[in-house]
């Protein structure tokens, strides 16, 4: 195996936890600091009319104020529009578990419960951050 791909496999071999992972519990492992992190990945809802834009509707201030919310609480970690005008967007929320994390985005997101945006929760187990 060449250098390189040594390297890889080690790096991969240090970061696999030894235990499966907890959403957001933090652990660490060769002296690296794990977290779990929630991406709540929304997309244009039903709500939404063909050929307009999500960011043009008046319920897109309702999801501003999740996120303001989120930032009050000290949950926010990252959030925007992927930059492709089809107004797709991923918020990064750090809180104690997935249970908490889908019932902000589902409930506490007015834009989500009204229809406005779609969102799928996946947890993100974080190895690497600057």
Same mark, same amino acid.
């Given at each position: 195996?060449?250098?390189?791909?040594?390297?890889?496999?080690?790096?991969?071999?240090?970061?696999?936890?030894?235990?499966? %992972?907890? #959403?957001?519990?933090? /652990?660490?492992?060769? =002296? $690296? &600091?794990?977290?779990?992190?929630?991406? +709540?990945?929304?997309?244009?809802?039903?709500?939404?009319?063909?050929?307009?834009?999500?960011?043009?509707?008046?319920?897109?201030?309702?999801?501003?104020?999740?996120?303001?919310?989120?930032?009050?609480?000290?949950?926010?970690?990252? %959030?925007? #529009?992927?930059?492709? /005008?089809?107004?797709? =967007? $991923? &918020?990064?929320?750090?809180?104690?578990? +997935?249970?908490?994390?889908?019932?902000?985005?589902?409930?506490?997101?007015?834009?989500?419960?009204?229809?406005?945006?779609?969102?799928?929760?996946?947890?993100?187990?974080?190895?690497?951050?600057?």
């Amino acid at each position: 195996m060449g250098t390189a791909a040594a390297a890889v496999t080690d790096a991969i071999t240090l970061l696999r936890p030894s235990t499966p %992972a907890v #959403p957001g519990t933090t /652990g660490h492992r060769g =002296g $690296i &600091t794990m977290t779990s992190w929630f991406a +709540l990945l929304h997309t244009p809802g039903a709500a939404v009319p063909d050929g307009e834009s999500v960011f043009d509707q008046p319920g897109i201030a309702e999801h501003f104020a999740f996120l303001k919310r989120r930032v009050d609480a000290g949950q926010l970690i990252a %959030a925007g #529009p992927i930059d492709d /005008g089809s107004g797709d =967007g $991923i &918020t990064v929320i750090e809180v104690d578990d +997935l249970e908490e994390a889908t019932r902000l985005a589902t409930e506490d997101d007015r834009a989500v419960a009204s229809g406005l945006l779609d969102v799928t929760v996946r947890p993100w187990r974080v190895v690497m951050a600057r």
